[in-house]
């Protein structure tokens, strides 16, 4: 797997446990955040820090210097305003996706939604976060970057790693995913050439067991 390693939307929920997963592999990722001081105490020791937002390009460059892959976990926390889905999930992806071809970044994993090809779906009353998000996604699959593009089921805040996962393609499954099994794929996309060019949904499987990650990403095919 590569070495250096940047999370933007590190503070947020899932990009807090994708920080942690790659500690605890012996990696020292580099960590893309708006509030410095309040990372500081989320991540104590283990990253390195680049103070940056989605929103203003210009302050995303410093933080890609010696980069060679992007795991993007931003989200908007509103449905208008500053921090709204236009502005985060469209623009920031934008935003950051230019900024990271510009660097020469060799592989960019996107964390977007399942659904983002439904506008009907209730999530896009938000502020039509499901609409902006495939924007973003666009963004990327046109960039000329390698990447892998997730489309996770709905996020809960459960430990993970007790059942095994589905990916399928084309925008037509519903479910659930963990925080924490979606930071494992995120982290797997890296390792895998099989993930390269390449959007699918995963969800959690209804019955228990470990993923096989080369089988999973070997079933996909590419954008």
């Not at 933007?8 to 942690?20: D, H, Q, W």
């Not at 020292?28 to 990253?47: E, I, M, S």
């Not at 980069?67 to 950051?96: E, F, H």
Request: glycine share 8%; charged share 20%; net charge positive.
């Amino acid at each position: 797997m590569t070495k250096n390693i940047l999370v933007a939307g590190a503070s947020g929920r899932t990009g807090r446990i994708i920080v942690n997963r790659l500690i605890h592999r012996d990696f020292f990722p580099h960590v893309l955040v708006r509030d410095l001081p309040t990372a500081k105490l989320l991540f104590p020791q283990g990253v390195i820090f680049h103070q940056g937002d989605v929103r203003l390009i210009e302050t995303l460059y410093p933080a890609l210097n010696n980069i060679d892959a992007v795991i993007s976990a931003v989200g908007c926390n509103t449905p208008v305003g500053k921090n709204c889905p236009k502005r985060v999930d469209y623009q920031g992806v934008v935003n950051l996706v230019l900024a990271a071809c510009n660097k020469k970044i060799k592989q960019f994993v996107l964390i977007s939604s399942i659904a983002v090809s439904h506008p009907e779906h209730p999530l896009n009353r938000f502020g039509r976060i499901l609409d902006w998000k495939l924007k973003g996604e666009n963004s990327l699959r046109e960039s000329g970057m390698g990447y892998t593009i997730i489309r996770p089921g709905g996020l809960v805040d459960t430990p993970g790693g007790e059942r095994n996962l589905v990916f399928d393609q084309g925008d037509r499954i519903m479910g659930t995913i963990s925080r924490a099994d979606l930071a494992e794929t995120c982290i797997h996309a890296l390792h895998y050439s099989q993930s390269l060019s390449k959007t699918f949904e995963v969800i959690e499987a209804n019955h228990n067991g470990k993923p096989n990650w080369e089988e999973l990403f070997s079933s996909l095919t590419p954008d």
